[in-house]
C-alpha cells in the first residue's frame, strides 16, 4: 500500500482551523438528471492550495461535482462559492478554473504551442507575453522540443502533459483533474503524480482532482473526500482514510482490509485501557483500545488491516482475545509482501500480510499448516456504520 | 485463389453495360459528321460550335449560378439542422424533426417539385432563377444535414468544452473548434449538394420560369428535337468535371490516410 512516498509536505492543514476561511465551498449542494439523484445535499470546503481529491467508484458523483465547479453543469439545489462569491450561473468561460479533461481533449488541428496558447489568446493578452508564457509551459512540462507538433504526433505521456500545460497556462485559481493519469501506464503514472504534486507546491495552486484510484488520491492529496452514490461517507487526510476509516464502506474500499461482524460485549476498562472495547464475533473474542459511542449488545464490525495482523505456527501465551487459529489455505505473494488467507474452523478468512524481509524462498509457513494469528490491542478498530 | 472465366466474363460485361454508353457519348463528341450514328473521322469542331451556342452556354451559367448558390445555402442550412439535431438530444419534437429532415430523401422528386411549385404559386411569386434556387436548396440540405450529422455523431464534445474552459464564448467556439474539424464533412456535403443540383432536371423544371432555364433541362429539350453532335460535346465536358472531382476526392482521402499513418510512427518514435 503506497502511503505518502513523495516529498515530506509542509505543515498545512487550514481545515482544523475554525477561523479559516475555505476557498471553495459547496452549500447543500444537488444535483438530479431526470429521476437519478447524482449528487445527494453535499456540503464540502475545499482550501487555498490543498490537494483535494474526490475518490469514489464511477457513479458515485464525483465527477459532476467537478463539473458543477467548472460550469458545465448547473446544481439543482444549493450554491458553490468561490473566495465568498456565489458563481451559480456564471458560464465556463468566465469561471476561473481550468481543467484538465479525462481524454485530455486536446485540439487536434492545433499544435502544442497553439493548444497551449488558446487560453490566452481568449483573454487579448500582447503576443509577446503570450509566448512567453508557453514557453514557460513547455519548459515546465519539459516539452520544448514538441512544441511544433500536433497532439496525434505525441505519445500518451506527452499529451497528458500538454493537457496540464494548457489548463496550467491560465494561471487558474483552481485546476480541475478529471481522471488525469488514468490512460497512462502505472510506472509513468506514479512518476507523474510526483510531478503534479511538485507542480502544484511550485505554483502554489488549489487542485481538486477527480479519481477513482485509490492509490493515487492516497499519493497526491492533502485531503480525500470518499464518496457514494452522491455522498460524501468521509473527508480526511490520507493517513486518517486508511488507519480511522469511519465506515465499512470506507475501510473496504481503501486499501485492504478483514472486516469480522460482531456484538459488543463489554465497553468498560475491563483491559485496564480507557475506552475499550471488547466484541464478540461470532466465537473470536476481539479487544480494541478505541473510544467509541457502541454500548453493550450493539452489531458493530471490527476491522483490521493485513500487514497490522501477526501470522505464527507457535501458539500466543494469552489466546483468550485477540487470537485467531486457523489453516493457511492460500498465499498470495506480490515480491515485496505476502497475504496469507488464514481459514477458521468455521470457514471464515482472515488475511495477513508479511513483509518478506529475507530473500528466502522456502517460507517458514505454507499452505495447509495450522497457524495463529495475532494482533495489539490498538491495531484494528471499530465500525460502527 | 483463381479467378475462373465466369467471374471474368461477368466482371466484363458489367463494365460494358455501365460505361458503352458513355464511352459512345465521348466518342461521339468528337465526330466530323452530323450524324450521331455515323463516324466521318476526328474533329473537335462541336466544341468550338457549342461554345457559340448562347442557348447552351446560358444554360450552363444558369446552372453554374444555381449550383453553387443553392448548395452554399444548402450547407450552412444542412449544417445548422445537423447540429440542432446531434446537440440538442431532448427538445419536444425532436423525433418529429430529425423524422423530416429525412423524408425529402424518400420523396419523389415530381412531388418536392409540384409541392414547391404550389407553394411559389400560392404565395404569387414569379417563377425563374430565384426559385430554382430555392427548391434546390431546400432539397439538397437534407443531404448535408445527413453527411454532417454523422460527422458529428463522432465529434468528442469534450473538445468544446476545453475551449468554453479555457475562455473562448460558444459562437466563438463554434468557429475556432467545431468548424475546422468537421469542414471535411461539410465541405463533402457541399460537393454532394452541388452535384445533386447539376443534373436535376424533374424539380427544376416544376419550378423554372423564362430566362433561367438549366442545363438538363436545355439538353433535354434539345434532345427532343434529336441529337446534335454538340449535346455530345457538352456531356463530355461534364463527365470530365465529375471525372477530376472524384479523382481529387479520393487522392484527398489517400493523402490523409498516409499523413495519419505517418503521424502515427512519428508518435511511436517519440515515446518517451
Redesign the interface.
Known amino acids: 500500500m503506497a502511503k505518502s512516498l513523495g516529498p515530506v509536505k509542509r505543515k498545512f492543514s487550514p481545515w482544523t482551523d475554525p477561523s479559516a476561511v475555505p476557498f471553495i465551498r459547496f452549500e447543500n449542494i444537488t444535483k438530479r438528471f431526470g429521476d437519478f439523484t447524482a449528487v445527494d445535499n453535499l456540503t464540502l470546503d475545499i482550501y487555498e492550495r490543498e490537494f483535494f481529491s474526490l475518490l469514489g467508484p464511477s457513479g458515485c458523483g464525483k465527477t459532476t461535482l467537478m463539473r458543477m465547479l467548472?460550469?458545465?453543469e448547473e446544481p439543482t439545489e444549493g450554491r458553490i462559492l468561490l473566495q465568498g462569491k456565489d458563481i451559480s450561473g456564471v458560464?465556463?468561460?468566465?469561471r476561473p478554473?481550468?481543467?484538465m479533461?479525462?481524454?485530455y481533449?486536446?485540439?487536434?488541428?492545433m499544435t502544442v504551442e497553439k493548444n497551449i496558447a488558446?487560453?490566452l489568446e481568449?483573454?487579448n493578452l500582447p503576443k509577446g507575453e503570450i509566448a512567453a508564457r508557453v514557453e514557460e509551459m513547455l519548459k515546465l512540462v519539459k516539452l520544448e522540443p514538441?512544441a511544433r507538433?500536433?497532439p496525434?504526433?505525441?505519445?500518451g505521456?506527452?499529451r497528458q502533459r500538454v493537457a496540464l500545460a494548457?489548463?496550467l497556462a491560465?494561471r487558474p485559481k483552481v485546476l480541475l483533474l478529471d481522471e488525469p493519469l488514468g490512460a497512462l501506464d502505472k510506472k509513468l503514472r506514479e512518476e507523474t503524480q510526483f510531478e503534479l504534486m511538485d507542480i502544484q507546491t511550485n505554483l502554489g495552486l488549489t487542485f481538486l482532482i477527480v479519481t477513482h484510484d485509490q492509490e493515487e488520491a492516497m499519493t497526491v492529496s492533502d485531503r480525500i473526500a470518499v464518496m457514494d452514490k452522491g455522498v460524501i461517507m468521509q473527508v480526511a487526510t490520507p493517513a486518517e482514510i486508511y488507519e480511522a476509516p469511519n465506515s465499512r464502506y470506507v475501510a473496504d474500499f481503501i486499501g485492504d482490509i478483514n472486516i469480522l461482524e460482531g456484538t459488543v460485549s463489554t465497553t468498560e476498562s475491563a483491559l485496564g485501557a480507557p475506552g475499550a472495547v471488547r466484541i464478540d464475533c461470532d466465537g473470536v473474542s476481539v479487544a480494541v483500545e478505541q473510544e467509541c459511542q457502541a454500548v453493550k449488545g450493539d452489531r458493530v464490525a471490527f476491522a483490521i488491516r493485513p500487514e497490522k495482523v501477526r501470522i505464527s505456527p507457535d501458539q500466543p501465551t494469552d489466546t483468550s482475545f485477540n487470537a485467531v487459529y486457523g489453516e493457511v489455505w492460500d498465499i498470495g505473494y506480490l515480491g515485496d509482501f505476502s497475504v496469507f488467507l488464514v481459514k477458521m474452523a468455521d470457514g471464515r478468512i482472515v488475511r495477513a500480510a508479511q513483509a518478506n524481509v529475507s530473500r528466502l524462498v522456502d517460507r517458514p509457513i505454507t499452505f495447509g499448516d495450522m497457524v495463529w494469528l495475532t494482533w495489539p490491542l490498538d491495531a484494528g478498530l471499530v465500525l460502527t456504520r | 485463389m483463381k479467378s475462373s472465366r465466369f467471374d471474368a466474363t461477368v466482371l466484363t460485361l458489367c463494365f460494358a453495360f455501365l460505361y458503352i454508353p458513355i464511352i459512345i457519348l465521348v466518342v461521339y463528341s468528337f465526330n466530323a459528321s452530323k450524324l450521331v450514328t455515323v463516324w466521318g473521322g476526328f474533329s473537335l469542331q462541336w466544341y468550338r460550335t457549342m461554345w457559340s451556342n448562347e442557348g447552351l452556354m446560358d444554360a450552363a451559367w444558369v446552372t453554374a449560378r444555381v449550383g453553387v448558390l443553392s448548395a452554399t445555402l444548402g450547407t450552412v442550412l444542412g449544417t445548422l439542422a445537423a447540429l440542432s439535431l446531434v446537440r440538442f438530444q431532448k427538445f419536444p419534437g425532436r423525433m418529429l424533426f430529425s423524422g423530416m429532415i429525412y423524408a425529402p430523401l424518400v420523396m419523389p422528386e415530381v412531388i418536392t417539385g409540384l409541392s414547391m411549385l404550389l407553394l411559389f404559386v400560392a404565395l404569387n411569386i414569379d417563377r425563374g432563377f430565384w426559385t430554382v434556387t430555392i427548391a434546390h436548396t431546400t432539397f439538397t440540405m437534407c443531404y448535408v444535414a445527413i453527411v454532417v450529422q454523422s460527422r458529428l455523431m463522432t465529434f468528442d464534445r469534450s473538445l468544446e468544452e476545453a475551449a468554453l474552459d479555457l475562455g473562448c464564448p460558444p459562437v466563438r467556439t463554434f468557429f475556432k473548434i467545431t468548424l475546422p474539424l468537421i469542414l471535411p464533412a461539410v465541405i463533402a456535403g457541399w460537393m454532394l449538394a452541388f452535384t445533386l443540383s447539376l443534373d436535376d432536371l424533374v424539380i427544376a423544371s416544376f419550378n423554372t420560369g423564362p430566362g433561367a432555364t438549366t442545363l438538363p433541362i436545355k439538353i433535354y429539350s434539345q434532345v427532343r428535337l434529336g441529337v446534335t453532335p454538340e449535346i455530345n460535346a457538352i456531356c463530355t465536358i461534364l463527365i470530365g468535371f465529375v471525372t477530376i472531382g472524384v479523382i481529387l476526392a479520393s487522392i484527398s482521402t489517400k493523402r490523409t490516410e498516409l499523413r495519419r499513418i505517418r503521424d502515427e510512427h512519428v508518435a511511436l518514435r517519440g515515446t518517451t
Open positions: 467548472a460550469g458545465f458560464p465556463p468561460y468566465r478554473t481550468n481543467m479533461f479525462q481524454s481533449a486536446l485540439f487536434p488541428h488558446f487560453g481568449q483573454d514538441f507538433r500536433k496525434n504526433q505525441l505519445s505521456g506527452q494548457r489548463s491560465k
